[in-house]
């Protein structure tokens, strides 16, 4: 017997679940396409030394203190900020734990096989570089819509327990973040400040290069819920 497809007006139940399995692939492929890309591009900022992103600064300033290597930082903090939504009754995805371990982990491995850079000719394309592959990598897997990463998952969840707005819980985190951080020696400066300014427009841009493409034929960036508001539409 040939194989036999069931069809009724223009559904077809094996095209649908091919289809269905295309794109949960792809979905997965730009979740951690867009984490490693992450990582890659917070390491490519800490060799630029012109400035991290708020919680790079962070993870800085307590690698200095602990002995750990950047990355490990930023996995130990985000398992921490993750134990917050507890209490925020928050729930993670596969993206919100897969944000922990591989940004941490792959800006460990990008970090020992970048060189240093000394000369400004060199630095400053690097940290525009790093701020735009940001701006990709954040586009990538938010659009891949499996859950908020854990620190867009804490201000969401303050927002919704608090009923303030996202961008009062937003700046009030990073301006805590980036002071913490820089009191323990992370470096701030005119990265720190073009990342703040140019990281929005930048995800915004991604999101619509990635979306995704729903089973009605309409495109999707995000699952509900998903933190592209605390990003980009604070």
Known sequence: MGQS?????????????????GRLG????????GLTLYGVSSALLVEAGLGLEPWGVLHQGLAGH??????????VVGAV???LWIPLRQRPGLGTVSNVFVIGLAMNAALAVLPDAHAFAVRIPLMAAGIVLNGAATGLYIAASFGAGP?????????????????LIRTAIEVAVVVTGFALGGTIGVGTLLYAVSIGP???????????????GRSTVV????????????
Request: hydrophobic share 45%; proline share 4%.
């Open 26 to 33: 792809r979905r997965l492929v730009q979740l951690y396409a």
């Open 151 to 167: 620190r867009d998952g804490l201000m969401t969840g303050l927002h919704r327990r608090t009923g303030r707005s996202i961008r």
């Open 66 to 75: 602990t002995g750990l290597s950047i990355g490990t930082v930023s996995i």
């Open 202 to 216: 930048l995800a915004q841009l991604f999101l619509k290069v990635f979306a995704v493409p729903a089973a009605s």
């Open 223 to 234: 699952a509900t819920g998903s933190p592209e508001r605390a990003i980009l539409r604070p």
């Open 81 to 83: 900020v993750l134990l």
């Open 5 to 21: 497809t069931f069809s009724t007006g223009t559904f077809s139940l094996r095209g649908y679940l091919l289809s269905t399995q």
